[in-house]
């Protein structure tokens, strides 16, 4: 079986990621969990990977949910309605997907906003943190095994809705495998997914391009409950 950072891209752009997230941490950023992008079939074939990449979240980037982001800062601001699955108990890499499934203590909705550049290179990607900025969490609810059964996502872009897949995690694949594959991606770095951690697991719907019109967004993943933000 091949490693998670075995196409030297991969290697060098997670390198780089990791020196990043260090400087971050040396100046009194507290790191909160992770993230995974490109993981849908249109981003995997772009970037020519076969795994979602994996980048880093920090409290310094974290919006209250009703919060209010200035947009106006971005180049190319994207907003992507995502899940967040809660670990409950530290996962090494190389375990299968029952320990990863046992790992996964709760789940809620949550919007990623990144800063997007139409890059096809995995390694300068991956060097930036993946386009991240922002990330606004709901709340969430016990999920054992992160069973989605039943869950279902609403996302309303100044009230308009916007359509959404019946199986919340058709365009990002499984939240066990992904949580999984975020395991074994650490574990490569010489670093664990700690229980306390949040991943952030790919935009349900393709991400959504930003403009001067937009006010608010909303992601209700039914029955857990609500995030929104407020664009200026």
């Known amino acids: 079986m091949s490693g998670p950072l075995d196409d030297p891209r991969l290697a060098r752009g997670m390198a780089a990621q990791m020196e990043l997230r260090r400087g971050a941490l040396a100046g ?18 772009k970037l020519k990977i076969t795994a979602p990449i994996v ?3 920090l409290d310094r980037n ?3 949910s009703g919060g209010t982001v200035a947009i106006s800062r971005f180049t190319m601001p994207v907003a992507e309605p995502e899940i967040a699955v809660e670990i ?4 090494p890499g ?31 990607i991956l060097s930036g943190n993946i386009f991240h900025r922002h ?3 709901g709340p969430r609810m016990p999920r054992p ?3 989605t059964t039943g869950l279902v996502s609403t996302v309303l872009r100044d009230g308009t809705s916007v359509p959404t897949p019946d199986d919340v995690t058709a365009n990002t694949g499984g939240l066990v ?9 650490l574990a490569a770095l010489g670093e664990t997914l700690r229980a306390g951690d949040v991943i952030i697991a790919g935009s349900i719907t393709p991400p959504l391009m930003l403009g001067a019109e937009d006010r608010l967004l909303a992601h209700r993943l039914a029955p857990i409950g609500e995030v929104t933000v407020r664009f200026s």
Do not use: M, N, Q, Y
């Open 145 to 147: 095994s992160g069973d």
């Open 62 to 64: 974290v919006v209250a």
């Open 28 to 45: 009194g950023a507290r790191p909160i969990g992770w993230k995974v992008g490109f993981g849908a079939p249109a981003g995997l074939a």
């Open 88 to 91: 409950g108990t530290d996962l």
């Open 55 to 57: 980048g880093f979240l």
């Open 94 to 124: 190389g375990g299968d997907e029952a320990a990863a499934a046992a790992a996964i203590a709760a789940l809620g909705p949550a919007i990623e906003l990144a800063d997007f550049s139409p890059l096809d290179d995995p390694e300068p």
């Open 177 to 185: 495998r992904i949580v999984r594959h975020v395991a074994d991606t």
């Open 135 to 137: 990330v606004i969490f």
